[in-house]
């Protein structure tokens, strides 16, 4: 049987691995970013030559596009200011800690194990961004661009999210990678056999979408929350993808919604008896906005209520 010892290496590796994936997206990004803006470039010098040639007054245009953005940035932090506190200060749901005891109790008498995560992961293209965040730890293992993966200090509450605030007219040139967390559970089959595993996962969080499309320009914003899973015993059984579990993008709005759902996605695979197994649960947060004035903003991190809570793992041999 693994030591304690061997599974913490063994996860470090593992993670770090899945990283280098990570990395190469954000990478990528970055080269895709770099050729956009000098086609922007010319795109715009065309744009305004073309505004120019029919009488526009540019500098009329301009003044009125400064003069909205200015408006939209008044409102959107009005909102904000009465608004988002309510949701990133609320307090911390009751039932929760019963219900789960409840739930893992039911399925430990059906025979079924009932497994606590052992380890999370957080892998951010920008780590700045999670300064200030609590739970998260300073053992950050750098990657290219100020990008990189951590530990958090308690895996049994995540915290992590994601944020934009565009003031581009309708040609944005910005977006990276957003960050992504893992929940690691681990267990040792008894027997060889096909074993079906369901990982329960709580989310408390909220989110922020602050849009005002209109006639003259392109304005929007969205959050969106995926999920996979894997098994990896001797090496990965492959990403298994689900329905997203939020999904919400509007080009007229002010909201702040409470986000509180449990999801339970399961992973199918033959395992072979005696040998460790690493079940890992993985997220995406996302908030893109697109438009000057234009926020979005998907948070499990705020205050004391806000986290995502890998509840436990329950684990059946077929």
Known sequence: M????????RLRQLTAARFKDYEQELLRRKSLVEIN???QKKRDTHRRAFLTSIGTDMKKFDAAVEHDNRMQEAERKAFLDAFRGKSANRRRPRAESADTAIRSEVLAESGQMVLPV???????????????????????ITGPIN???????DP????????????????????????????????????TGTYEMTAVLAFHGFYVLVSDDSWWNCRFAYVKLTAQMNVHQYVDAGWKDFPAFLDVRKDNTSEVTNF???FFPDYTAALRGGDPVI??????VEAFSHGGGTYAELNFEAGTANYI???FLSVQKL
């Open 2 to 9: 693994a030591s304690y010892d061997d599974l913490n290496q």
């Open 37 to 39: 803006e000098e086609f």
């Open 118 to 140: 052992v380890a999370a992961s957080l892998f951010a293209a920008d780590k700045s961004a999670f300064d200030g965040i609590v739970d998260v730890g300073p053992e950050w």
């Open 147 to 153: 990008s990189g993966w951590v530990f958090p200090d």
């Open 156 to 191: 049994t509450r995540i915290r992590i999210k994601d944020s934009e605030h565009d003031l581009s007219l309708c040609w944005p040139n910005h977006y990276v990678p957003p960050p992504e967390f893992a929940a690691q559970f681990t267990f040792t089959p008894a027997t």
């Open 260 to 262: 509180d759902r449990t």
């Open 279 to 284: 079940v890992t649960a993985k997220g995406v």
């Open 309 to 311: 809570e890998p509840l």
